[in-house]
């Protein structure tokens, strides 16, 4: 089975570092990107970025370029999602997703990550 | 780069058709082929519908349907059903980069 497994509900502090993660198994890792969307509470869909596992090449979307770090390691299967100083603005759910190469759609996406900023 | 413009609601009984439309720009919607739907039902992650304008993945109803006009994407829904009932997103390619949608709430009377 095709499936992404991301780790569990994290809460910090504003100003704290964090890095989430994506487990991909059931297919080659390398064959498609991998990309992560916030939803903000009651709120839409938002595309953070996408990295090439294999090479680890990485796009963002410019409201988060700067904000946040895509990082993969192809030998494990898994990708990562990085603050270094969370604010309480970035209290969402995180999920990752496989992008299709050649059509560009989110066709597995993993349960979710839930991250709480709070003093 | 702007999320892409979908009504905030749509509705209609069982049985009905409902059209939900997605506006972008030649930069989006208009300059690829590459436009995904996505379903997602409360608490649960979203689940993609239609992804290159127009194709169905395994599994998904073929009253879901996917069409594209210019800069403007549209996902219809025929032969509303009471588990249709979501939100529905859309999806485009922009260049290294995707865009979502504002997100529709489809409900069934």
């Known amino acids: 089975e095709v499936q992404l497994v991301q780790s569990g509900a994290e809460v910090k502090k504003p100003g704290e570092s964090l890095r989430i993660s994506c487990k991909g198994s059931?297919?080659?890792?390398?064959?498609?990107?991998i990309s992560w969307v916030r939803q903000m509470p009651g709120k839409g869909l938002d595309w953070m970025g996408r990295?090439?596992?294999?090479?680890?090449?990485?796009n963002y979307s410019p409201s988060f370029q700067g904000h946040v770090t895509i990082s993969a390691d192809k030998s494990i299967s898994t990708v990562y999602l990085q603050w270094r100083s969370l604010k309480a603005s970035d209290t969402a759910m995180y999920y990752c997703a496989r992008l299709k190469r050649g059509h560009y759609d989110l066709d597995v996406w993993g349960q979710g990550t839930t991250v709480t900023v709070s003093s | 780069q702007s999320a892409l413009t979908q009504p905030r609601s749509v509705s209609g009984s069982p049985g009905q058709s409902v059209t939900i439309s997605c506006t972008g720009t030649?930069?989006?919607?208009?300059?690829?082929?590459?436009v995904s739907w996505y379903q997602q039902n409360a608490g649960k992650a979203p689940k993609v519908m239609i992804f290159?304008?127009?194709k169905r993945p395994s599994g998904v109803p073929d009253r879901f349907s996917g069409s594209r006009s210019g800069n403007t994407a549209s996902l219809t829904i025929s032969g509303l059903q009471a588990e249709d009932e979501a939100d529905y997103y859309c999806?485009?390619?922009?260049?290294?980069?995707?865009?979502f949608g504002t997100g529709t709430k489809v409900t069934v009377l």
């Open positions: 290159d304008v127009n």
């Open positions: 990295i090439d596992p294999t090479d680890s090449y990485t």
């Open positions: 059931g297919y080659s890792f390398t064959n498609d990107w």
């Open positions: 999806c485009s390619y922009a260049g290294s980069r995707g865009v």
């Open positions: 030649s930069s989006d919607v208009d300059g690829y082929k590459y």
